[in-house]
T-cell receptor, first 118, second 112 residues
């Protein structure tokens, strides 16, 4: 089954304790992206990757790191989490970047990872 | 950065009613997408629009790409309880950026 898998789905941690949220897709997609969802703010892009070893900042990258060593994996790293990073995180992938034409690969989302930083 | 204004923020309706929501932008968009997020799940694509003026249906859902390329609407006819969720518009602006900009979402509640 084609899917984007995130782990963990739920995590409560404390300020300053490094954590990694993993994301894996089995669709051979080139494009992967991380979003955070907060009440009243919708989905905001944190980082994205056009392909292996190619990553770029989204709209809210502060406090986050990513890596793309393999095509299927795109982990999100919080080196020193703070309470303002409490949020619902989504990983997403598509065959090619969402270019504006009918060959665009649909953007598939994972089920989300709810992170609480105390 | 670019912003999409999505309205309304929330809607409370009775089962069987029709629903309409829209998104506007100050800049021209080449693509408009509508996603639905069920409670506890990730967003799922409902409808994709690629041409100005395009009107596309998916079952009880109908969406249109505004002729000015700065807006889009989504209509749901004869709502049912499983329509509950958050609906997001998303767009990609003229210029070929790989970024997809999302609206803040419309939370829909359907009372049986």
């Amino acid at each position: 089954e084609a899917q984007v898998t995130q782990n963990p789905r739920y995590l409560i941690t404390v300020t300053g304790k490094k954590l990694t949220v993993t994301c894996s897709q089995n669709m051979n997609h080139e494009y992967m992206s991380w979003y955070r969802q907060d009440p009243g703010l919708g989905l905001r892009q944190i980082y994205y990757s056009m392909n292996v070893e190619v990553t770029d900042k989204g709209d809210v990258p502060e406090g986050y790191k990513v890596s793309r060593k393999e095509k299927r994996n795109f982990p999100l790293i919080l080196e020193s989490p703070s309470p303002n990073q409490t949020s619902l995180y989504f990983c997403a992938s598509s065959l090619i970047p969402p270019w504006p034409n009918e060959d665009t690969g649909e953007l598939f989302f994972g089920e989300g990872s709810r992170l609480t930083v105390l | 950065g670019q912003q999409l204004n999505q309205s309304p923020q929330s809607m409370f309706i009775q089962e069987g009613e029709d629903v309409s929501m829209n998104c506007t932008s100050s800049s021209i968009f080449n693509t408009w997408l509508w996603y639905k997020q069920d409670p506890g799940e990730g967003p799922v694509l409902l409808i994709a629009l690629y041409k100005a003026g395009e009107l596309t249906s998916n079952g009880r859902l109908t969406a249109q790409f505004g002729i000015t390329r700065k807006d889009s609407f989504l209509n749901i006819s004869a709502s049912i309880p499983s329509d509950v969720g958050i609906y997001f518009c998303a767009g990609q602006s003229q210029g070929g950026s790989e970024k997809l900009v999302f609206g803040k979402g419309t939370k829909l509640t359907v009372n049986p």
